[in-house]
């Protein structure tokens, strides 16, 4: 038997983010359940035009409850599959307990079904939310190991800043003809994702290699290792040509998405954040190597 949710007093509204007031109320709580501003999106391009919000509104206007599924095509283990994300999913803690979470994960679900998408993916702290519907943990692994030697005679790389009207341009027409940085486990294209991800870590930078046309998204961690988190680029270039182009010589790399196109090996280490990546799919698919999602992904 279907459990009962407690909608009352509340509004059910779907497709809503061309409404300023329902989207600034989403901006309100996922500020409010994760400490995270989605706002700067607008200004980086907007949405990925394919979301499909479900929310529970109060009279006033604030989103009780809500989850939104888009597009979000992907390739695992060499095979294209064409998935949709699940994403922003929060109940305000007064309503929380009446099943709206339940009832808008059946409707992104039931969505998912009618449009037909192959896989399902999300992130989560709560995997048990989720396993009841048929998801998975996928393990994720990033990449360490010793720098290549840098490839001479690189033209220097220069530093792109999304706020800049011509390199938000730029960014946009790259994300558009990207390919994916890995045949093990990568984004299509995500083009709103790696917008709004290059706001929410000050550390990573984003630098232009005009020879390779390539956005590298990277930064240095710890130790002064090199932390590479994405490339955008119709080729790949191999990790010794980024760091010629980028001008700099590390002693240790960390890789955040597997580096099967990049030249280089080195060795899997499994992530332990707290969060895992879960998918649900009747395909038969697995992770043929170690393998994350780049963060610049993150969704
Ligand atoms: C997690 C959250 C969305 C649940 O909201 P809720 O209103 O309590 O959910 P519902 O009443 O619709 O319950 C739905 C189901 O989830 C289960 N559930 C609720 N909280 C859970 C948790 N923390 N872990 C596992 N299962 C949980 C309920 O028991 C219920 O199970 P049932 O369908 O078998 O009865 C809410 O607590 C929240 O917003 N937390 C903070 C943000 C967050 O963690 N979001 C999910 C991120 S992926």
Redesign the pocket.
């Known amino acids: 038997m279907d459990?009962a949710t407690d909608s009352s007093g509340l509004i059910f509204r779907q497709d809503y983010f061309a409404d300023d007031k329902a989207w600034a109320a989403l901006v309100s709580l996922l500020a409010d359940?994760?400490g995270i501003d989605l706002d700067p999106l607008k200004r980086l391009g907007g949405a990925d035009p394919s979301s499909m919000p479900f929310g529970w509104f109060d009279e006033s206007g604030l989103l009780a409850?809500n989850l939104s599924a888009f597009a979000m095509p992907i390739v695992i283990s060499g095979r294209k599959v064409n998935a949709a994300g699940l994403q922003s999913?929060?109940?305000r803690p007064p309503?929380?307990?009446?099943?709206?979470?339940?009832?808008v994960t059946h409707k992104a679900l039931d969505w998912c079904a009618v449009e037909g998408f192959e896989a399902i993916v999300?992130?989560?702290?709560?995997p048990?939310?989720y396993t009841?519907y048929g998801f998975r943990s996928l393990p994720m692994h990033l990449y360490a190991g010793a720098a290549p030697e840098p490839a001479m005679g690189a033209m220097p790389a220069r530093t792109l800043d999304p706020w800049k009207p011509e390199d938000l341009a730029l960014l946009q027409r790259a994300l558009k003809s990207r390919t994916p940085v890995s045949d093990a486990l990568a984004v299509c294209e995500s083009a709103a994702m790696f917008l709004i991800n290059t706001q929410f870590d000050p550390d990573v930078k984003l630098s232009w290699l005009e020879d390779r046309q390539a956005v590298i998204a990277w930064k240095v961690g710890d130790d002064n290792t090199f932390v590479l988190s994405d490339i955008i680029a119709s080729t790949i270039p191999t990790l010794e040509t980024i760091l010629g182009g980028l001008g700099i010589a590390p002693l240790a790399v960390e890789v955040l998405f597997s580096p099967d196109k990049l030249g280089w090996q080195g060795e899997a280490r499994a992530l332990d954040g707290g969060t895992e990546f879960m998918i649900r799919t009747d395909l038969d698919i697995s992770l043929e190597r170690p393998a994350m999602l780049s963060p610049m992904a993150d969704f």
């Open positions: 459990k359940t994760f409850a999913g929060a109940v309503w929380r307990g009446r099943g709206l979470y339940r009832d999300l992130y989560t702290d709560k048990d939310l009841p």
